[in-house]
């Protein structure tokens, strides 16, 4: 499911100019947000939360780094699916229908 988890996130990084990057290993994984897909400029804490708030209330849960990781900065997203997420799970959960 890992495996799953970063092929979705890759694709979402192809279609979303927003995600500069992604990676992980195993079922732990990121997606970091940028301003600019060019310069890779994070993208604001504000926004970065605010896409949190949102999987949140369509019953995702997700985390972004603290700025203790990172270089200071907190813009990966951070995804964790249980140890039992179905590939029904993990395409839910990278779905991106929603995202804006």
Do not use: Y
Not at 12 to 25: F, N, P, Q, W
């Amino acid at each position: 499911m890992g495996e799953r988890t970063l092929a979705n996130l890759n694709a979402l990084m192809e279609k979303h100019e927003a995600i500069g990057d992604v990676r992980g290993k195993g079922l732990f994984c990121g997606a970091e947000l940028v301003a600019d897909s060019k310069t890779k400029e994070p993208l604001d804490e504000k926004r970065v939360q605010a896409v949190v708030a949102d999987c949140l209330g369509q019953g995702v849960i997700i985390g972004a780094t603290n700025r203790s990781l990172n270089d200071g900065l907190n813009n990966p997203l951070c995804l964790s699916p249980a140890p039992i997420a179905t590939a029904g799970d993990i395409d839910r959960i990278t779905d991106g229908s929603t995202w804006r």
